[in-house]
């Protein structure tokens, strides 16, 4: 072969592999590039994907909210007597959600076995979040249940403490949307099937946490604790000291402190000598008795087991009038009354038990008074010497020896006046109401026999004076800024300085009344003294059959707890659960309703 040709064709094949290698490197580059950008288009749409995804979740984070500010709306509309929002909007992470809520027509009237009955009303609510273009609609089917909040022994919507001195007796349902606290001097025995705290449940004083004594007594879950042939069994919720003497650390008690005591580091806590924290511990002490075989049931249960709160109605549905939009009364400054206005154009409105009040006695602030049927007409005429002005040395309000004004009505006179309220409604109040040593008060006197079931309402203290409905009783409340009890020794002559005896009496009657917060270092007289007192009863019973509830802080009433000196001393306290509450039938006008809501589902 010529030489020459050779090495023509072999710079041909060389030019070749050189193009060839060009083409494959182009190729190859072609490739990384197009895996490249199918790469990054995939990775922007799992990017997309992701931002969507995101989008949605926080949606529907955004829907749950919403449901979950209308779930506590219907609460607050049932138990304040409103009309349940058809729709409405709330604010949730800084964006407006709207909602709206649909009744489903499943209700029912629920009845434990001890009578209490429960009015269940379904509803459906949907809300829809929106983030960013992506839209969640969230719906959930709920069930609100309204128990009548007389058929509670003791019903707290802040922090219930109940540290009485002697032995004390607590029967009936115990409730506190918030903490509970739980001491004695000596025994405290809680003779119920329910002991719920939406918070912890402490075995120390809320105003000195240090403390943590004497012997607090819960009975075990029955079906019914008011039925005698019911096992009655009882376990020791145990002190600081009482756990130290079994061997245990603790820092307050077997209570929502407790952590457990796991000897042998593994966990489960049931190992010889040790302990099961607070929240399985409650459910495994608290239990129906070994030898009962009707259902089961847990008597003490806290935040750590669930419980939700149970929405009661707010102070202004015991004021006069309070301030809403679109009311249709307002203040007249020339009057000095709120004056009626066209509908809606007003800045108030009556007050849920005044506007509902079938006899409505109001003292202006000029010390005259006037009353009022349930269509408005006065019916003063009929009270003349029945409703009288004068005052009374309420120690804990007056720090410089000032008495209180009040109203005074003579109950026995009322039951044969002929204006006797028909529907049971007696509200009271006091225009110029004025705080703390200004505060005026309503005085309920000769009270032992009601013309029929009676609820007394104002928006200041009540002072209820001598044995009270205990002549062939009804059902009968007194609800009020502050209740105050007098025995049947009261002379209305006390005065700053001085503190007169008091003799048994007894009082049948449901109570809500408002307080004031401990404080650390200083204590609120907690429930055994919820109810107050102005005489010396060291010795004296006082007996007081019915319901205690404590659903606002005082506002008008703001003297502080303080015993001894010319305040009081306390009294042997009788107090029970009235059981005839647990038949609706027999409740106090107007009983308002506590409220809680259960998720039934959601999708």
């Not at 041909?12 to 199918?38: D, E, N």
């Not at 304040?80 to 029912?108: C, E, I, R, S």
């Not at 005839?580 to 959601?602: C, G, K």
Request: aromatic content about 10%.
């Amino acid at each position: 072969m010529h030489w020459g040709r050779c090495n023509a064709l072999a710079r041909g094949k060389s030019r070749r592999k050189r193009g060839m290698a060009l083409v494959t490197a182009l190729i190859a580059t072609f490739v990384a590039a197009t895996m490249i950008t199918v790469m990054m288009t995939i990775s922007m749409a799992s990017n997309d994907k992701a931002q969507v995804g995101r989008h949605s979740v926080q949606a529907r984070y955004l829907g749950e909210g919403a449901v979950e500010f209308a779930k506590k709306e219907l609460q607050t509309a049932i138990a304040n007597w409103d009309p349940v929002p058809a729709a409405g909007q709330t604010t949730v992470g800084g964006q407006q959600v709207q909602y709206t809520v649909v009744p489903t027509g499943m209700d029912q009237i629920a009845t434990d076995s001890a009578g209490i009955q429960t009015i269940i009303t379904g509803y459906e609510i949907e809300a829809r979040g929106i983030s960013q273009g992506s839209q969640e609609p969230v719906h959930r089917i709920i069930n609100t249940e309204a128990t009548p909040i007389f058929q509670f022994a003791v019903f707290y919507t802040e922090d219930l403490e109940i540290n009485p001195g002697p032995n004390m007796t607590l029967g009936g349902r115990v409730h506190t949307n918030q903490d509970m606290y739980l001491g004695s001097n000596n025994t405290l025995t809680v003779d119920t099937n329910y002991l719920r705290a939406v918070g912890g449940i402490y075995r120390h004083r809320k105003d000195n946490p240090g403390v943590s004594q004497g012997t607090v007594d819960i009975r075990k879950w029955v079906e019914n604790p008011y039925d005698p042939s019911e096992p009655s069994e009882f376990v020791t919720m145990y002190s600081e000291s009482q756990l130290a003497g079994q061997g245990v650390t603790s820092t307050s008690g077997y209570d929502s402190n407790f952590m457990g005591l796991d000897l042998n580091a593994d966990d489960d806590f049931t190992g010889a000598g040790e302990w099961l924290p607070w929240g399985p511990g409650a459910l495994d002490f608290w239990q129906q008795p070994d030898a009962y075989g009707n259902g089961y049931g847990n008597t003490v249960l806290s935040e750590e087991h669930g419980i939700g709160e149970a929405v009661a109605p707010h102070i202004g549905s015991i004021a006069m009038y309070e301030e809403v939009d679109g009311g249709d009364y307002e203040w007249d400054g020339t009057t000095q009354q709120y004056m009626q206005v066209a509908a809606g154009s007003g800045t108030h409105s009556p007050g849920f038990f005044h506007e509902n009040a079938d006899l409505s006695i109001i003292t202006y602030d000029d010390g005259s008074w006037d009353a009022f049927d349930a269509d408005g007409f006065s019916v003063k005429a009929s009270l003349v010497g029945i409703v009288t002005q004068g005052d009374l040395h309420d120690a804990r309000q007056s720090n410089n020896g000032d008495d209180t004004p009040v109203c005074e009505i003579d109950i026995d006179a009322l039951n044969t006046s002929g204006v006797f309220p028909a529907n049971g409604l007696l509200y009271a109040a006091h225009y110029g109401m004025g705080e703390g040593t200004d505060a005026k008060g309503v005085l309920l006197t000769n009270g032992a026999e009601l013309a029929g079931a009676l609820s007394v309402v104002s928006e200041g203290p009540v002072y209820v004076q001598g044995d009270y409905n205990t002549v062939d009783k009804k059902g009968a409340a007194v609800i009020g800024d502050a209740v105050n009890l007098l025995s049947n020794s009261w002379t209305g002559t006390k005065t700053a300085g001085t503190l007169p005896s008091a003799s048994d009496t007894s009082f049948n009657m449901a109570i809500v009344t408002g307080n004031h917060e401990t404080q650390v270092g200083g204590y609120n007289g907690g429930l055994e003294n919820l109810p107050r007192f102005h005489e010396s009863w060291s010795g004296k019973k006082c007996k007081i059959t019915g319901s205690f509830v404590n659903t606002w802080e005082s506002k008008f009433a703001t003297g502080t707890w303080k015993y001894g000196g010319d305040r009081y001393k306390a009294p042997a306290r009788i107090w029970t659960y009235d059981e005839a509450f647990n038949r609706v039938a027999n409740l106090p006008p107007f009983t308002p309703m506590a409220v809680t809501a259960t998720d039934v589902v959601m999708w």
